[in-house]
């Protein structure tokens, strides 16, 4: 149905998004593990029972964005507030609800924009932009998909850059 050009095009794309899809979910699974990590900790320093389990549950939770997180942290309060009383589910809840404003706005943009290349403000937009529009999937899936629109980019303007010094080489050569 191709080219051999238009071939060896899509089969760089299709692998461009591959590698970029892994690393999307490589990272998200990384940020997960980083979250369970610290609540478990800060769940610790706090005397809440099942912390493993609960810091366990929020990571995993982390993955979904937005709503994952809220559900996570939902849960481990409810479970606080039998375990360990109001007062301690309160605090347990402010401490959270921080550490997932962390998490959202510093260390998931860092770890995502290091694996993906591309900027910490342009993840920010993406999530926030894509979610707008498309709801959860969006939220999920706006991350890749700027990281693809990149590629994109980048490759049609190395394609012109590559066109223009072809055209300066014709000149040169014609003088």
Not at 22 to 31: K, L, M, N
Not at 44 to 67: D, W
Not at 95 to 103: A, G, H, K, W, Y
């Given at each position: 149905f191709l080219s051999k050009t238009g071939y060896n095009k899509f089969a760089k794309y299709y692998k461009d998004t591959n590698s970029i899809f892994?690393?999307?979910?490589?990272?998200?699974?990384?940020?997960a593990i980083i979250v369970g990590i610290i609540t478990t900790i800060a769940?610790?320093?706090?005397?809440?029972?099942?912390?493993?389990?609960?810091?366990?549950?929020?990571?995993?939770?982390?993955?979904?964005?937005?709503?994952?997180?809220?559900i996570g942290v939902g849960i481990s309060v409810i479970i606080t507030i039998f375990t360990g009383g109001w007062m301690k589910a309160i605090w347990l809840c402010l401490?959270?609800?921080?550490?997932?404003?962390?998490?959202?706005n510093i260390i998931n943009p860092k770890i995502l924009g290091n694996s993906l290349?591309?900027?910490?403000?342009?993840?920010?937009?993406?999530?926030?932009?894509?979610?707008?529009?498309?709801?959860v999937l969006g939220m999920f899936l706006g991350v890749p998909i700027i990281a693809m629109i990149k590629v994109f980019i980048l490759d049609y303007i190395d394609e012109k850059n590559l066109e223009r010094i072809a055209d300066r080489v014709v000149n040169i050569g014609e003088r």
């Open positions: 892994y690393r999307f979910i490589t990272a998200q699974v990384v940020d769940m610790t320093i706090m005397n809440v029972k099942y912390a493993t389990l609960l810091g366990f549950l929020i990571g995993i939770m982390n993955i979904i964005p937005y709503f994952g997180a809220i401490v959270l609800i921080i550490l997932q404003q962390i998490d959202a290349r591309i900027s910490r403000i342009l993840i920010i937009f993406a999530v926030t932009f894509f979610g707008a529009y498309f709801g």
